[in-house]
Each structure stands twice: as C-alpha cells, then as structure tokens.
C-alpha cells in the first residue's frame, strides 16, 4: 500500500485531479490486452517532464515501484503494474505533437501522442510515418517506442527503431538525459537511444521522442494471391523480396485463418486455399507500381499461386485487405482462449518454420492458426484451446514453449513487435545464454540500481 505521505506529496506536486487511489482508477490500470490484471496502489497523471523528474527522485529515494503506461494496448503485460506500485499515465497531459519540421523532416512528440494521430498530423503537410501497428488507432508513441512496435508497412519501411532519431527521458533518480540528435549522422557516445528502445520502461522514463519522417508516396496499388499450399506462399514471400522488389506489406493468411474469416463474415474466400498472401506497392509512377505488381504476379504464379488479384479502387483494396484486418478477432470458433505470439525467422526459414507449427498442432491435437507479416518472417501464432479447460490450458503452454523452441532453432526470435513483458518472460533463458542474461541485469543495474522502474518485466529483476 501507498503511505498516505506519499499521496499526500504526489498531490501537492500535482494536485487532487492528476493522482488517484480509488477503486475505479485503480481496476481501470489493472490490465492490458492480455486480460491479465493486478492492481496498482495509484494512478498519477503528469503534466510535463519536470512532473516526471519530481515523481522518480520521490519513487526512488522512498523505494516505491513506478510503472510506465501510453495506452494498454500491449500482449505481453509490459505496462501491467505487477508489484504494485504506481502507474505513471501519460494519455492525459503529455500526449502533444511539440513540432513537424518540414525542412529536416523530423516530428517531436511526447509520449503520449496517439501513432494514427501523428500520422494524420503529417500526412497532413505531405510527409509520412510509417510504422503501423495494429493498434495504430489508439496505441501511442511512449509505447511504440517502448515496445519498438512493427506493423504491416515494416517489410519496406522498417519499425519504430528505425525512425527514433532521439529521446528525452528521466532517469529513476530524476535526472533528465537526452539521447541522440535531430542529425541525420550522430556517431558520438554510445547509442543510448538504442538501448532504450524496446527497453519496456524498465529503465527510464520517456518524455519525448524525436522522429524521423519521408515524404508520402503519391499512391499505393494492393493485390492478392490465393495458392494451393502454405509452403508455395511461403516460398513466394522470400523470392519476391529478393527477386527485385520491396512491397510496403507483405500479409499471409494460412488455411485455417481464411476458414475462420469466413465462417465469421462470410466474404465468400477460397476455403480451400493453402494460404492468401496480400501485399501493397507504393511509389509516386502509376507505370512504377504497374512494374512491381508484374513482377509479383510472375514470382507468385511460379511458385503456384492460382489466382492473381489487383484491387481497381480504394474500396476493393479494403475488400482485399478485409481478411487480413479481421483474422485475429475471427479465431475464437476453435477456442475461448488465444495463446497469442509473434515470433520472427529470417523470411527463408518461413516454409519450414510453418511446418514445423502444423506439426506441433498435430502433437497436441489443436488448431494452431497463423497469419502475419510474412515480409519481415513475422509469424502471428494462434494456440487456440478451451481456456475453461485447465488440462487444455496447459497443453496450450507446452505447445508454447516448443514453437518457441522451433523459431530459434531456425534463427529466429521471441518476438518481433509485441515485446517480452510478463508474458514471455519465463522463455527468455531459452533465447539468450546465461551471459548474456547477466549482461541484460548489469545494464538494468546501471540505469535502476534499486529496481523501481518497471521490475519482473522482461525475466529481470
């Protein structure tokens, strides 16, 4: 429990209308998207980073747990307050775009900017950001960058680490550093911006970011494939990236997902189909675009693909799209529980990575349907199980753990958007070596020698 001294200084500093211990505040911080909950001892609400500096110096000298959060949106329990403590909410005051500098395309924004908002924002002036994640519409930058969040435009365009030029952050004593430059070369010091990213607010607190930003391409062009096996679409992902184009997004639904789609929404997909794979090229020539797109029909059609698909218009594109978007929520008919992952491979490792899947679901005698962004080897997998069941829960986590074991044995890694977090903290030791564990611990000891910020994330302590 937080001491009534420690409340009483939080609200002198920020008054009654930014901290809050009651019921309601503290249920509503309990959770994310995994549907786990623990309570905090408090809410606050900073208004700017002085606020932050002031709140961490308290929290440190006094011990007292702080849990950085942008919107809640994660799958792995990074923001969930797990020991306790104080949640540190950024959605209320610190969610501004400070600055769109259009002469060196850059955009600077607090944390708690909304990703789709920033993207209106310089869409709006003719520049663009590309990193997309599906919670796009209300996940928000703090996070992104916390989490170095992915999306469907990474196959061309990257992930939020590659548009982080610089962070402003506190530090659990208070201090207030600035890491990286708005310079498009910096070489000095070391990259503590890139330690930071993906840290999970373990060890500091973001208070601004500084991002890069490209000019928005004139227009897009999206088309789809329908092939007989998931291994030929497989195939087809990584011959198109090296066979001499880039797509912006590069999706793959597998057999069960398009079944799923369909007996949700009944959009009349191939049924039969081994795999869809739907895939964006962007540019500023129409014949450019026209160019790339033969270029994929004839890699996809050598490798199988039965139909060929190009959208005419915006809304056949978002016809083609529609599956991909509702594939997640479409795959409760083969369970009431989702074991939920995103595990990343080199992309010509997919073909046997997804048999490798199938062979574990027949092991265990469950549905394990994928889909995801085949054009970075990023594999969204489904463990689908009763989840009233608790001998199905379980088998649901020993499948867990050995498609966690296939993805590194091909190369591949735990995660490659959604982060550790809670969730995937007890494999980390499968990933990484003993020394390499100690190495991630001394690196949180240096920035957090008495382990407030954020603490059991990530399988630390």
């Avoid at 959770?31 to 609400?45: G, L, S």
């Avoid at 909410?89 to 924004?109: R, S, T």
């Amino acid at each position: 429990m937080l001491s009534s001294t420690a409340l009483d200084f939080f609200i002198a500093l920020l008054g009654k209308e930014n901290v809050y211990s009651d019921k309601a505040h503290l249920i509503a911080y309990s959770y994310d998207a995994t549907r786990e909950k623990f309570q905090p001892d408090a809410v606050i609400f900073p208004r700017h980073e002085e606020d932050v500096s002031a709140i961490l110096t308290y929290c440190n000298e006094h011990r007292i747990v702080i849990v950085p959060r942008g919107a809640g949106s994660g799958f792995t329990g990074g923001a969930l307050p797990s020991s306790g403590g104080i949640v540190l909410a950024f959605e209320k005051h610190m969610n501004k775009i400070l600055e769109i500098d259009m002469q060196n395309m850059v955009a600077i924004v607090q944390p708690g900017v909304v990703n789709m908002d920033l993207q209106r924002a310089v869409e709006a002036v003719g520049l663009f950001y590309p990193p997309d994640p599906a919670s796009q519409e209300y996940s928000t930058i703090g996070g992104n960058v916390n989490e170095n969040a992915g999306g469907m435009r990474a196959a061309k365009y990257g992930i939020t680490k590659d548009y982080v030029m610089a962070i402003r952050a506190v530090l659990p004593n208070g201090n207030i550093i600035k890491a990286g430059k708005r310079t498009i070369k910096d070489v000095a010091g070391y990259n503590i911006a890139g330690i930071l990213i993906a840290s999970e607010g373990t060890l500091a607190v973001t208070t601004e970011v500084t991002l890069k930003l490209l000019s928005k391409p004139k227009m897009t062009k999206t088309a789809m494939g329908i092939f007989p096996t998931v291994n030929a679409a497989m195939e087809a992902v990584y011959k198109t990236m090296a066979g001499g184009v880039t797509p912006v997004a590069m999706e793959f639904l597998d057999n069960l997902t398009i079944r799923a789609v369909e007996q949700t929404y009944h959009k009349g997909l191939p049924i039969e189909a081994g795999a869809i794979l739907v895939t964006d090229v962007d540019g500023n020539l129409e014949e450019d675009l026209d160019f790339q797109l033969e270029l994929i029909r004839k890699i996809f059609t050598e490798n199988g693909c039965s139909t060929f698909k190009i959208a005419k218009d915006k809304q056949e594109a978002s016809d083609l799209w529609f599956a991909r978007r509702n594939a997640s929520q479409s795959l409760s008919v083969y369970g009431s529980k989702k074991i939920n992952e995103d595990v990343t491979v080199p992309r010509s490792a997919l073909p046997e990575l997804l048999e490798k899947f199938y062979a574990i679901a027949n092991k265990y005698n469950i549905n394990i349907p994928c889909f995801g962004h085949t054009g970075d080897g990023n594999v969204h997998t489904n463990v689908m199980v009763n989840g009233k069941d608790p001998e199905q829960v379980k088998i649901g986590y020993e499948a867990i753990r050995e498609v966690f074991q296939a993805t590194i044995d091909l190369g591949g890694t735990l995660s490659g958007e959604h982060g550790i977090g809670l969730a995937k903290a007890p494999y980390m030791s499968m990933a990484f070596t003993p020394e390499e564990m100690a190495l991630f611990q001394s690196i949180k000891l240096a920035f957090d020698p008495n382990n407030i910020l954020n603490p059991a994330k990530m399988g630390l302590n």
